[in-house]
């Protein structure tokens, strides 16, 4: 089983309101990802990281920002939320030449 | 550049009937392949990969087999169950390459 954990798992919250998504694995994978998975199901990258002070955006363009302080912690964050931004986000992780490990995804909602 | 093309959903089946989920590539060189499952209200887990071609990945009851010739790598089960309902995902990665490419994900409605 994976140790790759998401909170929170559900999320409505008011337009304008700052939010931080959190991503945290355990078992030292130096690259990590955010996919933002509309309700088509279709999976966009939005951000990566291959290691500590390592970010780069993906290929759908996003108004979030991300981190990487820590190997574990992987946090997104909306610095002001709008109803477009209602999407299901996923976190993944992996290390070189193995396969991505996916957390259960935080639903948010903005109303 | 890279990319992978999923046969539309929903796939709708009885249970204990044959599945194949149709699944096409196109990218540089050897790429790795994947197949991901997403239960509803979870994320995605690995269901079997592929490395190399001619490579058959199996897992569940599931196997795909890697066929450079014609670019594909198509999920197939023998007799699907209930529990299999779920969003399947074909993907690839390149090698030295850090991001996946998805499909668009095929939807299976397995009815008793």
């Not at chain 1, 929170?8 to 945290?24: A, D, F, M």
């Not at chain 2, 790598?73 to 969003?87: I, P």
Request: glycine share 8%; net charge negative; charged share 20%.
């Amino acid at each position: 089983e994976a140790d790759i954990y998401q909170t929170p798992r559900y999320l409505v919250i008011g337009t304008g309101k700052k939010i931080t998504l959190e991503c945290s694995q355990t078992m030292g994978h130096d690259k990590m990802y955010w996919y933002q998975q509309d309700p088509g199901m279709e999976l966009h990258l939005i951000h990566y990281s291959y290691g500590v002070n390592s970010t780069e955006k993906g290929d759908l363009s996003s108004e979030s920002t991300v981190s990487r302080i820590r190997t574990e912690h992987f946090p997104l964050t909306l610095e002001s939320a709008r109803p477009s931004h209602t999407s299901q986000y996923l976190c993944a992780s992996r290390l070189e030449g193995s396969e991505a490990f996916f957390g259960q995804g935080t639903r948010l909602t903005v109303v | 550049g890279d990319s992978v093309t999923q046969m539309e959903g929903p796939v709708t089946l009885s249970e204990e009937a044959f599945l194949t989920i149709n699944c096409t590539y196109t990218a540089t060189g050897y790429p790795s392949l994947f197949w991901y499952v997403q239960y509803p209200g979870e994320g995605l887990q690995l269901l079997l990969k592929a490395t190399k071609a001619d490579d058959k990945g199996s897992n569940k009851g599931f196997e795909a087999t890697y066929r450079k010739e014609t670019t594909s790598f198509h999920l197939e089960k023998g007799s699907v169950q209930v529990s299999d309902s779920a969003v399947y995902f074909c993907a690839l990665r390149r090698t030295g390459f850090q991001k996946l490419v998805f499909g668009t994900g095929t939807r299976l409605l397995v009815s008793p």
